[in-house]
């Protein structure tokens, strides 16, 4: 658990990247805060999630956002300068329960600069 504000950031090269393999279960950066911290301004910037060579992906979503638990929330979460290749998902994928944090979960954040195949779901 990271009880902190995260950021998460390669040095903006083409072969700045995370590569999954087809060993990956499920999602390359998964991001599921916990309840009992604050994880407002967390940010991922500047990496590749794709091997560079193809431009695809192995994986099914590239960042998997997860706020289902009550009061699990991401403010101010920046998403930025990202190439996001084609996978088996959404580049993208953020899961809410609305019941459990009503404003969202993932909110006043920005996603800019990016290159995104498989597209973005807020749900």
Known sequence: TIAKPTSI???????CAIRPTSSTP??????RPSALYNHENIRISDIALHNPSA?????RHGIYLDTQVASSNLPR????RMVIGQGSGYGIYHLNNGSNNV???MYASTIRDCSIKG???LE
């Open 9 to 15: 950031v390669g040095h903006g090269s083409t072969f």
């Open 26 to 31: 499920n999602d390359t950066i998964v991001v």
């Open 55 to 59: 431009g695809t992906r192995t994986d």
């Open 77 to 80: 979460l920046t998403i930025e």
């Open 103 to 105: 404003n969202g979960g």
């Open 119 to 121: 597209g973005i779901k």
